[in-house]
Every structure is written in C-alpha cells, then in structure tokens.
C-alpha cells in the first residue's frame, strides 16, 4: 500500500513543499506547538491544483514540522473569498484573475506561483449533440456548465471558453451559463442530468467524461490551432493568494 510516485517528482514536490511552508515554521513562534495552515482550493483531483492535495496525502507538511488543511471550494473565486471572509488562511486560484480582483477592491496578493502553462482545457459536448453541435459556433443559445465566479470576478475557465466563444463569433451573452463545482461529480453530474449541453473543465475531468462515454471533445485547448484563438495561456495558470491584512497581521502564517 501507499502511495509511490517517481523519485524526480517526489523530490519536485517535497521542494515545492518546502517553498511553501518551511517560511511559515520559521516564523512560528517557538513552543507554539504543530503550526496549521487552512488553504482553499477548487477540486478535488482538479490538475492544476493538484500539488496542493499531495502535500498532506504524501506527509510533507508534517516534514517540515507544519499542517496543511486543506478545503475545498467550487472555483478559485470562492476560494479566495472565504479567506477574505476569514475563514481560511491562503486560496490557490487563477493568476489571471487577480488584476480584476484588485480593479474591485479586494485585498488579495499573490505569495506563490502554483502551475505554469496553462493544463489542458476542453469544451466537451454531450454524446446526443454530438452530431448537432459540430463547431464551437453551434453553441450559440446552448447551457455550458463550468465553475463561475461571483460579483467578483469571473473565474479562469469562464474567461478562458468566453474568449474561445468570442473568436468563434458567440457573444457571452449567446449562451447560458450552468455554475458547476471544479470536480467530476459536478462536472459529470451536469452531463448526466442533460442540465448542460456541453462542459467547459480542465484535467483529468475532460478525459475521464470521453472515457466515460457522457461527452465528445468539441474544442481542446491543447491543440495550438485552438489555444492560438485564446492569447496569453502561457501565463501562470494558478498563484497562492493571501490578503495584506493576513501578511501584515499574521507574518508568521506565511
């Protein structure tokens, strides 16, 4: 039993661990016992927030003398919005919604990069619609189901396939949005259910719904041909995000 991984990875992780929680051990004040660290984040399983689910799976926190407790949320928005709620300490989410989080008000700063180029996103349609919807243009006036943000800000995916929609000539406006959670029962519940006609996720959900036999991929994002309609996916793709107030208030949590 246990979980076994290549050593090169392992070793990728441990060091990421350490990035993350070895500047919080040091700043904990000493006798203040095992120091816990609450973080938010979409999933579970979801790819680019993958790192942060092995780090307590694979004891890495308690390594470096640390406890990560992680939660999980239906999108990075609402990660990030229960730390400023208070209710948690950091949220990992799209670093690409982070300058219109700010244009809000919001006090959220980036401590960490997470993931780098973009994993791959796909559009996945329903197999019944399978011979009807041929082109992403054919989504015009249908149900997409992907995690939405809040008043906010959209999240990473929703930009992502609003600017996929645009360069095939469908307005934001054109289609309806289903809200799902950033995991496979969401995702695959929306199919199943036929609430959605097609589902905009990232991996490993994407691939397990073909598998699965619930959808077909109707625009994948890690053919250059389609990512070249969607600039910038070389950014970032997630940051570990605090706020200020946290920073100032609680230097030794980060």
Not at 51 to 75: H, K, M, T, W
Not at 119 to 144: C, E, K, M, Q, Y
Not at 212 to 241: E, F, K, M, Y
Request: hydrophobic share 45%; aromatic share 4%.
């Amino acid at each position: 039993g246990g979980l076994r991984m290549n050593p090169n990875r392992r070793r990728t992780l441990q060091a990421a661990c350490a990035a993350l929680l070895l500047p919080v051990v040091a700043r904990a004040q000493p006798g203040s016992g095992e120091t816990v660290i609450r973080i938010n984040i979409p999933g579970p399983h979801s790819l680019p927030f993958l790192p942060i689910d092995l780090i307590p799976a694979l004891n890495f926190d308690r390594e470096v003398g640390a406890r990560l407790a992680v939660r999980y949320q239906p999108s990075g928005i609402r990660a990030i919005e229960d730390v400023l709620a208070g209710n948690a300490d950091l949220a990992a989410l799209g670093f690409s919604t982070l300058p219109v989080l700010h244009a809000k008000g919001k006090d959220v700063v980036a401590i960490s990069p997470l993931s780098g180029r973009t994993p791959p996103i796909a559009i996945i349609v329903r197999n019944d619609l399978a011979s009807t919807i041929r082109r992403v243009a054919d989504l015009r006036g249908r149900t997409i189901a992907t995690s939405t943000g809040s008043v906010s800000s959209k999240t990473f995916l929703q930009m992502a396939a609003q600017t996929l929609l645009s360069a095939n000539g469908v307005g934001p406006d054109q289609v309806r949005w289903l809200p799902t959670a950033q995991n496979w029962d969401s995702i695959s519940g929306a199919l199943i259910s036929k609430a959605a006609d097609a589902v905009v996720s990232e991996e490993p959900f994407s691939s397990r719904a073909v598998r699965s036999r619930l959808g077909v991929v109707l625009a994948d994002l890690s053919d250059p041909r389609v990512a070249a309609q969607v600039p910038g996916l070389n950014h970032i793709r997630t940051a570990i995000c605090t706020t200020r107030t946290l920073v100032q208030a609680q230097p030794q949590k980060l």
